[in-house]
């Protein structure tokens, strides 16, 4: 069995990669200046509380979601490169068709 692999998949899969980091980072900031804003309001209490909620994950919980968020976001890779590469076949002028024969009449 061989495998091969066109220019076209890996330069679909890096754009998809590229295209779907965006909306990750600006979520991520986001996230991280609300978190910054209700840090700055809290209590020494209140703060040490908000640092206990989330550290009590165990391996098992940690690796279902991480495993769960891994395969969403090769999912969704694979999905946005499928597009790219139906986008870039369809500009791609088609060469590939037979001539037409003529019949003599």
Partial sequence: MQVTIS???????????????????????AMSNAEQELIARLSHKELLEY?????????GEQYLYVGGATLLYL??????????????????????LAPARTTGY
Avoid: D, H
Avoid at 78 to 95: N, Q
């Fill in 75 to 96: 999912a969704l890779v694979e999905g946005v490169a499928g597009v790219l590469r139906l986008g870039m076949r369809l500009l791609r002028p088609t060469s590939t």
């Fill in 51 to 59: 640092l206990q909620e989330g550290q009590v994950r165990s391996f």
């Fill in 7 to 29: 220019p076209a998949q890996v330069i679909s899969r890096v754009l998809a990669v590229l295209l779907l980091a965006v909306p990750l980072v600006w979520i991520s900031s």
